[in-house]
């Protein structure tokens, strides 16, 4: 139990363009999901925490207008980078969370495989 | 608030034998503590987690981690380091509720030499 599948797992695209980023708890309700970055070699960064059916909670130094996150239902959350540029290059991973019936003791935070995003 | 410190940002041990990779953590209330590995451009996958229960946890691919509340610590070991267990590992610190991010350590990375 407890799956998270995030799509696509690598994308490459024109700078200017946009990019979706599906994440989607397979048999869970995710009330809370997280999306992060990640550098090469180096920790996640917490990007923003998303709850179902409110606005997105972004994290300091992080572009609400240029990484959209939408949470319309319990089971999909959508991270959008807009007017992408290299310098968006990154692997962006999600996280989601139980409902209120379950607790991170239930679910450990799962998390998606990635997705590898170069801007070119 | 809370804060997790991996000790080693690279780890390097032989082929069957011991792996200790430290976390110490820092938090204001009970903590949940998590383990995780991360292969090259995969996602993260739990190892395991300490959730108030047995301080000993046991997890997967034979790791297991203890958590020691006076030394702040939740060291991960594996008696016998294999070949595939090269990877990243990184520990985590959470809270009950699931409703707030883990914070992440800055990972160590495990080296496996034959």
């Known amino acids: 139990g407890a799956v998270v599948s995030q799509h696509p797992s690598r994308v490459i695209c024109k700078s200017g363009t946009s990019v979706k980023i599906e994440c989607r708890s397979l048999?869970?309700?995710?009330?809370?999901m997280f999306w992060y970055r990640q550098f090469p070699k180096q920790s996640l960064m917490l990007m923003a925490t998303s709850n179902e059916g409110s606005k997105a909670t972004y994290e300091q130094g992080v572009e609400k207008d240029k990484f959209l996150i939408n949470h319309a239902s319990l089971t999909l959350s959508t991270l959008t980078v807009t007017s992408a540029h290299p310098e968006d290059s990154s692997f962006y991973i999600c996280?989601?969370?139980?409902?209120?019936?379950?607790?991170?003791?239930?679910?450990?935070?799962?998390f998606g495989s990635g997705t590898r995003l170069t801007v070119v | 608030a809370q804060s997790v410190t991996q000790l080693g940002s690279h780890v390097s041990v032989s082929e069957g034998a011991l792996v200790l990779l430290r976390c110490n953590y820092s938090?204001?209330?009970?903590?949940?503590l998590f383990w995780y590995v991360q292969y090259p451009n995969q996602g993260l996958q739990l190892l395991l987690k300490?959730?108030?229960?047995?301080?000993l946890v046991k997890g997967i691919n034979g790791f297991e981690a203890e958590f020691k509340k006076s030394e702040t610590s939740f060291h991960l070991t594996k008696p016998s380091a294999h070949m595939s267990d090269a990877a990243e590992y990184f520990c985590?610190?959470?809270?009950?509720?699931?409703?707030?991010?883990?914070?992440f350590g800055k990972g160590t990375r495990l080296s496996v030499i034959a």
């Open positions: 048999d869970f309700q995710a009330t809370t």
């Open positions: 985590a610190v959470g809270l009950h509720s699931g409703n707030t991010p883990l914070v």
């Open positions: 938090s204001s209330v009970p903590p949940y």
């Open positions: 996280s989601a969370s139980a409902s209120s019936s379950g607790t991170a003791s239930t679910y450990g935070y799962t």
């Open positions: 300490y959730t108030s229960a047995a301080t």
